[in-house]
């Protein structure tokens, strides 16, 4: 069993950006200036935030935390998008979500402009990544394919199942793990809710994504012996043992499903950290398009 291990090649991606972006400014270049709104206080939203910002400076990006209170109204915060859309200093931006329940998450995604999108939501993004276009990938299914790669993993003609069909990880993952190249070239399932007979089906699997933030989910029994296991749950589960009270749980039952596994990833330390990283890498490729305009 191999361990696809996401801190490491995360920390690996942001030396390569680092490096490069020395050399920007060695030659007198603009860095990359990446910007996130944040709405109200909570405080998942506020660490997950900041520890973007964190990178930023890891990498020698500019970055940019736009702060507004929980009441503020959608046609302030559209105001807020339409400002940063303008403003030619800032090459991407991000808006956290989930929204106060007075915004429109649709209707937000939707105004961001389609070249500043590096979380890679806006339509006009996914509707690229669908017909193989380049364009921004979201971050999560970014950083999938760049453990894949990295880690040579073999997915041609493979059976793919991804659990799961959300617009940020599940139903993307489903369409790249289909498309012509590497990687890809798998015969892809996509299971959800419902799903009849799930156990069936994931023990075809050659590769399982599992997006469905249920700890503890996927089963030794539900998986053949050497699938590659890629877990993107990442659930606070109480703890009363734990220090902070609280233990990080994946979708997979890592401890018996690891013995059967060719590689897994682990929850935390596997998806999560190449969540940043890939944004990271959109904000420099969203800095490149500026340029060539």
Not at 159 to 185: A, Y
Not at 223 to 231: E, F, H, L, Q, Y
């Given at each position: 069993?191999?361990?696809?291990?996401?801190?490491?090649?995360?920390?690996?991606?942001?030396?390569?950006?680092?490096?490069?972006?020395?050399?920007?400014?060695?030659?007198?270049?603009?860095?990359?200036?990446?910007?996130?709104?944040?709405?109200?206080?909570?405080?998942?939203?506020?660490?997950?935030?900041?520890?973007?910002?964190?990178?930023?400076?890891?990498?020698?990006?500019?970055?940019?935390?736009?702060?507004?209170?929980?009441?503020?109204?959608?046609?302030?915060?559209?105001?807020?998008?339409?400002?940063?859309?303008?403003?030619?200093?800032?090459?991407?931006?991000?808006?956290?979500?989930?929204?106060?329940?007075?915004?429109?998450?649709?209707?937000?995604?939707?105004?961001?402009?389609?070249?500043?999108?590096?979380?890679?939501?806006?339509?006009?993004?996914?509707?690229?990544?669908?017909?193989?276009?380049?364009?921004?990938?979201?971050?999560?299914?970014?950083?999938?394919?760049?453990?894949?790669?990295?880690?040579?993993?073999?997915?041609?003609?493979?059976?793919?199942?991804?659990?799961?069909?959300?617009?940020?990880?599940?139903?993307?993952?489903?369409?790249?793990?289909?498309?012509?190249?590497?990687p890809g070239n798998s015969t892809v399932t996509l299971t959800h809710?419902?799903?009849?007979?799930?156990?069936?089906?994931?023990?075809?699997?050659?590769?399982?994504?599992?997006?469905?933030?249920?700890p503890d989910f996927l089963k030794a029994e539900m998986v053949k012996?050497?699938?590659?296991?890629?877990?993107?749950?990442?659930?606070?589960?109480?703890?009363?043992?734990?220090?902070?009270?609280?233990?990080?749980?994946?979708?997979?039952?890592?401890?018996?499903?690891?013995?059967?596994?060719?590689?897994?990833?682990?929850?935390?330390?596997?998806?999560?950290?190449?969540?940043?990283?890939?944004?990271?890498?959109?904000?420099l490729l969203a800095r490149e398009r500026h340029r060539a305009k």
């Amino acid at each position: 069993m191999i361990l696809l291990d996401g801190k490491k090649t995360s920390n690996d991606i942001k030396d390569e950006i680092t490096a490069e972006v020395s050399k920007m400014k060695a030659n007198g270049e603009k860095v990359p200036h990446l910007a996130a709104v944040i709405v109200g206080s909570d405080g998942a939203s506020l660490t997950y935030v900041n520890s973007k910002v964190r990178a930023c400076e890891r990498v020698g990006f500019e970055s940019t935390l736009v702060q507004l209170p929980n009441t503020v109204s959608e046609v302030e915060l559209l105001d807020k998008i339409e400002e940063l859309n303008q403003n030619d200093a800032i090459d991407g931006f991000i808006v956290q979500l989930p929204l106060p329940k007075q915004i429109d998450d649709q209707k937000i995604l939707m105004a961001i402009h389609p070249d500043k999108d590096v979380d890679g939501f806006h339509p006009a993004n996914f509707g690229k990544m669908a017909l193989d276009m380049s364009t921004f990938i979201p971050a999560t299914p970014f950083g999938i394919l760049e453990l894949l790669e990295r880690y040579d993993v073999d997915t041609k003609g493979k059976h793919t199942v991804v659990i799961g069909r959300s617009h940020i990880v599940g139903r993307p993952m489903s369409i790249l793990m289909g498309r012509k190249g590497w990687p890809g070239n798998s015969t892809v399932t996509l299971t959800h809710s419902h799903t009849k007979n799930i156990t069936q089906i994931t023990s075809q699997a050659d590769i399982i994504i599992s997006a469905l933030g249920v700890p503890d989910f996927l089963k030794a029994e539900m998986v053949k012996d050497d699938a590659v296991i890629i877990d993107v749950g990442i659930t606070r589960v109480p703890d009363d043992q734990a220090a902070k009270g609280y233990v990080i749980k994946g979708d997979v039952d890592f401890e018996n499903v690891s013995k059967k596994a060719s590689y897994i990833t682990p929850v935390p330390g596997g998806v999560g950290p190449m969540t940043i990283a890939m944004l990271l890498k959109n904000t420099l490729l969203a800095r490149e398009r500026h340029r060539a305009k």
